[in-house]
Nanobody, 117 residues
Framework: QVQLVESGGGSVQPGGSLRLSCVVSRDMFSVFSMGWWHQAPGAQREMVARISNADLIRYSDSVKGRFTISRDNAKNTVYLQMNDLQPEDTGVYYC???????????WGQGTRVTVSS
């Protein structure tokens, strides 16, 4: 059973930064594309960043230029550096494998981010 453990969330003021981490208990982590999803209050979960097993990266328009996804295959960990946070970034952030040809792994508990003044 794959386990996803997200951490690093918190409360910040607009313009602040956070670094999220997701540790994945899965063999051969390096072969999987990974993504970060954002679920705003009352909204559906949406992917905001994706990194392939070849380090090809894509971002949603809403976070492009502010967020940076990266991975450390030796640590089975994917990161999301979040800069210039805005109130609309508030919500719970989740990681998961990001290949559309594979089923999602069981979702973790996520990590909550609150951006307010």
């Amino acid at each position: 059973q794959v386990q996803l453990v997200e951490s690093g969330g918190g409360s910040v003021q607009p313009g602040g930064s956070l670094r999220l981490s997701c540790v994945v208990s899965r063999d051969m982590f390096s072969v999987f594309s990974m993504g970060w999803w954002h679920q705003a209050p009352g909204a559906q979960r949406e992917m905001v960043a994706r990194i392939s097993n070849a380090d090809l990266i894509r971002y949603s328009d809403s976070v492009k230029g502010r967020f940076t996804i990266s991975r450390d295959n030796a640590k089975n960990t994917v990161y999301l550096q979040m800069n210039d946070l805005q109130p609309e970034d508030t919500g719970v952030y989740y990681c998961n494998q990001a290949s559309s040809s594979l089923p999602s792994w069981p979702w973790g508990q996520g990590t909550r981010v609150t951006v307010s003044s």
